[in-house]
């Protein structure tokens, strides 16, 4: 600044003026910025919390059932299960998910008119989807009978069964109303009060009836959880729309464009998950295939507590800014980010606790799978990038995208799986979990890099460097044979992993604060 500059005090008022509004904005992204970390942080406690209440139900809900009804009773439920589950994939289109997106985008822009549009196509498009699963369902009743249980005598049950079809997409409809328009806490409370009242349903048909319970059952509980999202959804007030066939037509059909290619997805992995188990049986038998499913079933509930916090949560928060690549690139970062400082202590808790895990959820048999479990756990933080960024194309709409590289990833997967396996045995599908979700994250980022010019800050990769070192770290103490130094060092490891995250979460959001407020508030 020249001296005549200095003696001028408008040109003084205006750089002060300068400075002051470059402070203003930086305390105000700042603070948007702790909002949105404190979003998801909340939305992870929130659904962490519904994660473990539900797998709490289940566990109760399969002790009952195998006591009152035995193997029996548990195979026949699981056998009636597995063909409902995939016929309502299959009828649903995707719609329930897929119409998320849509009604976040209307519900960000605050266009109460493109939310009641958007609502009222896909509540009509959730009874058309279960009405026509529910006719496929009675329509191959009697094949259904024959291809699961080898006889047509559960033609009847499948007939009955129909109904849930019905259900779970006026359900789903429903539920997606309260994930897009953000009332998360109205869809923590169906989905915790709807599994509770099912097993309290489902306890007296067990006792009364015996085998002849479980379909009475399975639909009380499908009506329970409809009734509770209707009861819910209802509070979400909509303005009233004419639409006309067209409109209705042409927007259920851009919903079940993008639900289409979430179905073909989701088809694939469950068609790889069915050529695994497969191939394992085949190559080292049923017990095997135990085993695998023993541990990918541990580790696979307890870190679904932050899988579940992205899917209810972060899909709608990042199709609601889809359309500003700046805001998907803060958000994916963010969500990252805050997905890795969670996951840390949990998965460095779950390495050490492994062996007494699987001894009190199965029995000291299974203690061969704990290190196929523990491998695993090495692969969950790029499992976690790689879902983050994943949601991307989902928010965008961009199905194609989308869908070629799920065929890609689910082939590499699919691929090392039977490789790995085939070397190394049960262990060899740990290792290749985690190799799977290192190359699947590298394309997902280099395919969002190219088309969306997305990319992480530098500290986000010095944060995934750090917590990633203290899990590998953590896993390093099973090869202690002293069970008391062994355990001492995974529950420093552990207590080392909590300060750490606790520690810079606290930068992030002001935890003191925030538990400070919902003191007061309450």
Do not use: C
């Amino acid at each position: 600044m020249t001296k005549n500059n200095q003696n001028n005090p408008n040109i003084i008022n205006l750089d002060q003026a300068e400075k002051v509004d470059n402070r203003i904005t930086e305390n105000n992204s700042s603070n948007e910025d702790r909002s949105s970390y404190r979003q998801i942080f909340k939305a992870t406690s929130l659904f962490g919390g519904v994660q473990v209440i539900n797998i709490l139900i289940g566990i109760i809900r399969v002790k009952f059932v195998a006591v009152l009804l035995g193997t029996a009773g548990v195979g026949i439920m699981g056998l009636l299960n597995a063909p409902i589950q995939l016929i309502i994939s299959i009828t649903g289109l995707g719609i329930a998910f897929s119409a998320v997106r849509d009604v976040s985008e209307a519900n960000a822009k605050e266009d109460g008119s493109a939310i009641a549009r958007t609502i009222i196509i896909l509540r009509r498009w959730s009874w058309f989807t279960g009405l026509f699963g529910a006719i496929v369902t009675i329509s191959f009743a009697p094949l259904l009978s024959e291809w699961t249980f080898g006889t047509t005598d559960y033609t009847w049950s499948f007939v009955w069964l129909s109904v849930i079809l019905l259900l779970h997409a006026i359900m789903g409809g429903q539920k997606a109303v309260l994930q897009g328009t953000r009332q998360l806490k109205s869809l923590a409370k169906a989905g915790v009060l709807g599994s509770a009242f099912g097993l309290v349903t489902a306890i007296p048909l067990y006792y009364f009836y015996g085998l002849d319970g479980i379909v009475p059952s399975m639909i009380i509980t499908a009506l329970t959880a409809l009734i509770l999202s209707w009861y819910y959804s209802r509070k979400v007030i909509i303005q009233q729309q004419n639409i006309s066939k067209n409109e209705m037509w042409s927007g259920g059909l851009s919903m079940a464009k993008l639900g289409i290619s979430m179905t073909l997805a989701g088809f694939i992995s469950t068609l790889s998950t069915y050529i695994l188990n497969a191939y394992i049986s085949n190559n080292g038998g049923v017990e095997q295939v135990g085993l695998y499913n023993a541990g990918w079933g541990v580790v696979g509930q307890y870190t679904g507590i932050v899988f579940t916090a992205m899917a209810t949560d972060y899909f709608p928060r990042l199709s609601a800014v889809q359309d500003n690549n700046e805001q998907v690139k803060k958000l994916v970062s963010q969500q990252a980010e805050t997905a890795l400082l969670i996951m840390t202590p949990l998965l460095a808790l779950m390495i050490v606790s492994m062996p007494i895990v699987v001894r009190v959820l199965y029995t000291s048999a299974f203690l061969p799978v704990v290190m196929f479990a523990n491998l695993t756990v090495l692969g969950m933080q790029f499992k976690a990038v790689s879902w983050a960024m994943g949601y991307v194309f989902l928010a965008k709409g961009d199905s194609r995208l989308f869908l070629f590289l799920e065929i890609l990833s689910g082939a590499v997967m699919l691929g090392f799986n039977l490789i790995f396996y085939s070397l190394f045995g049960l262990n060899g599908l740990g290792i290749s979990f985690i190799l799977s979700f290192i190359i699947g994250g590298a394309i997902a980022f280099i395919a969002l890099w190219r088309k969306y010019s997305f990319g992480f800050p530098r500290t986000f990769f010095l944060r995934f460097l750090t917590t990633y070192s203290i899990v590998v770290v953590s896993f390093s103490t099973v090869f202690i044979s002293n069970s008391i130094y062994r355990y001492g060092a995974g529950i420093f490891l552990f207590v080392l992993a909590a300060s750490y995250s606790y520690v810079k979460l606290n930068q992030l959001m002001d935890i003191k604060q925030l538990v400070l407020n919902k003191i007061r508030r309450k």
